[in-house]
């Protein structure tokens, strides 16, 4: 997933931003985009494997 919305981004950078300077600065923000969200993405699996609860029985009978 993020590296659809990575490249997609980058397809749509190219086509609107020709100058190399322009793709630098669209390179920085498209790596700042993905640091972001690869955080987002590694705290809600935190947040969700410290919220899940496995319950076992008290005996195996």
Partial sequence: MRTH?????L????SATP???NLA?????????YQSVDMLVSSIFYFC?????IET???AD
């Fill in 11 to 14: 397809t749509m950078g190219i």
């Fill in 5 to 9: 919305l990575y490249f997609l981004l």
């Fill in 19 to 21: 100058l190399r300077s």
């Fill in 57 to 59: 029985p008290v005996s």
């Fill in 25 to 33: 600065e669209l390179q920085t923000w498209l790596q700042q985009i």
């Fill in 49 to 53: 494997s410290m919220n899940l609860r």
